[in-house]
């Protein structure tokens, strides 16, 4: 079975610019949700989706927004980039308890 | 809100026993659960406590009081392999829904 896949593994971005990020869930998972990693500090809860539907949101401004497809994979949007926007973004797909989480797409924001 | 404690850093040597803490305070909790990840690397699931007591998986055992609202990771027979962090993370329903609050992390350093 494969894993949780992200893409892209890396992305350098502008100010300004923006970005969108990918995730596959693990095959009869429905749940997505994506997490933002500072360096050094624990992962942040941006979202959580199940059969297409918002089921949770952070603490995160409006320039991010997800979206889940039939299929259940899932895409997160980020506008309007800032230098503070530079982080390990995890995507993880859970049947129940235990959340298994994509290598993560790491964006640099310049 | 949710916010959780848990040490910074850790160091132990090979062989030994290694606990982490962690203390929370959450709304709407369900559950408490570990994290391990490696430098460059995604975090990898490694247990769940939704009850009180002790849960045993090889090396590793996990526990909770929720009268507490405290959890401890038991990493035994410490392997140079275990140097990671440790995230301790509540999984709880309330305003934002359901999710998954981690803590600040564990860096946890095994020396020979």
């Known amino acids: 079975d494969a894993g949780v896949t992200q893409s892209p593994t890396h992305l350098i971005k502008t100010r300004g610019q923006q970005v969108t990020l990918r995730c596959s869930p693990i095959s009869g998972h429905k749940s997505v949700s994506w997490y933002q990693q500072v360096l050094g500090q624990g992962p942040q809860f941006i979202f959580q989706y199940y059969e297409k539907e918002e089921r949770g949101r952070g603490n995160f401004p409006d320039r991010f927004s997800a979206r889940q497809f039939p299929n259940y994979s899932s895409e997160l949007n980020v506008n309007a980039l800032l230098l503070g926007d530079s982080a390990l973004y995890l995507c993880?797909?859970?049947?129940?308890?235990?959340?298994?989480f994509g290598s993560g797409t790491r964006l640099t924001v310049v | 809100g949710q916010s959780l404690e848990q040490p910074s850093e850790v160091t132990a040597v090979e062989g030994a026993i290694v606990q982490i803490n962690c203390t929370y305070q959450t709304s709407g909790f369900y559950g408490l659960s570990w994290y391990q990840q490696h430098d460059g690397g995604a975090p990898t699931f490694l247990s769940y406590n939704a009850l009180d007591g002790l849960e045993e998986t090889g090396r590793f055992s996990s526990f909770l009081s929720r009268s507490d609202s405290y959890g401890y990771l038991l990493l035994q027979e410490l392997q140079m392999k275990d140097s990671a962090s440790y995230f301790c993370a509540v999984r709880a329903h309330n305003n934002a829904g359901n999710m998954l609050t981690f803590g600040g992390g564990t860096r946890l350093m095994v020396k020979p």
């Open positions: 993880a797909s859970s049947p129940d308890i235990g959340y298994t």
